[in-house]
């Protein structure tokens, strides 16, 4: 079974920092793409940032220039730097993981989400 679990979530205010980091464990033989999305309240999930394999990477237009993600594949983590944070950032920030786990193929995992909260 593979999971991924989310840490680094809290309280900031508008223009501060944060560093979400993800890790996942279980029994895979390598993971591919890993991504962050973020659901605010009333609103559906939606991609922030995803990764590939190979290192390529992927953000939003809203988060351009602000997020970025990257990940240590020695470590099995994903991270996402989120700098200049807005209050419309807020949300709940979840972590996408792809893993190959052998000849039942790949699985999709999903973390439990950690709260970021940007105050004005």
């Known amino acids: 079974q593979v999971q991924v679990v989310e840490s680094g979530g809290g309280l900031v205010q508008a223009g501060g920092s944060l560093r979400l980091s993800c890790a996942a464990s279980?029994?895979?033989?390598?993971?591919?793409?890993m991504a962050w999305y973020r659901q605010a309240a009333g609103t559906q999930r939606e991609l922030v940032a995803v990764?590939?394999?190979?290192?390529?990477?992927n953000v939003a237009d809203s988060v351009k220039g602000r997020f970025t993600i990257s990940r240590d594949s020695a470590k099995n983590t994903v991270y996402l730097q989120m700098n200049s944070l807005k209050p419309e950032d807020t949300a709940v920030y979840y972590c996408?993981?792809?893993?190959?786990?052998?000849?039942?193929?790949?699985?999709?995992?999903w973390g439990q989400g950690t709260l970021v909260t940007v105050s004005s």
């Open positions: 279980g029994r895979f033989f390598r993971l591919n793409a």
């Open positions: 990764i590939t394999s190979g290192g390529s990477t």
């Open positions: 996408n993981a792809g893993a190959v786990v052998g000849l039942a193929g790949s699985v999709e995992v």
